[in-house]
């Protein structure tokens, strides 16, 4: 089974910044598509961002120009860096893997992003 093990979140101010990260035991990581999601209180799980296999990426309209993905292959981690992280993108941050628009049925904790002043 799939190991997925998100981590970096924490409570952070308007207009801060967080770095996650996600250590994975995806086999073949670095021929996969990895992505980011979050799923706020109330709300369904959405995906963030996206990062192929030759580190392509792709961000849903409501994180462009704030957050990053990026990925280490070597060390099989895909990252999230959020800049100008706003009250709204307060949500569990999770990753996995994005196959035919979907993710992968294994699922990480999660961590926990605030944004609050």
């Known amino acids: 089974q799939v190991q997925l093990v998100e981590s970096g979140g924490g409570l952070v101010q308007p207009g801060g910044s967080l770095r996650l990260s996600c250590a994975t035991s995806?086999?073949?990581?670095?021929?996969?598509?990895m992505a980011w999601y979050r799923q706020a209180p109330g709300k369904e799980r959405e995906l963030v961002a996206i990062?192929?296999?030759?580190?392509?990426?792709n961000y849903a309209d409501f994180v462009k120009g704030r957050f990053t993905i990026s990925r280490d292959n070597a060390k099989r981690t895909v990252y999230l860096q959020m800049n100008s992280l706003k009250p709204e993108d307060t949500a569990v941050y999770y990753c996995?893997?994005?196959?035919?628009?979907?993710?992968?049925?294994?699922w990480g904790q999660g961590t926990q992003v605030t944004v609050s002043s």
């Open positions: 996995n893997t994005f196959y035919g628009g979907s993710p992968g049925s294994s």
């Open positions: 990062i192929t296999d030759l580190s392509s990426t």
């Open positions: 995806v086999t073949f990581f670095s021929i996969k598509t």
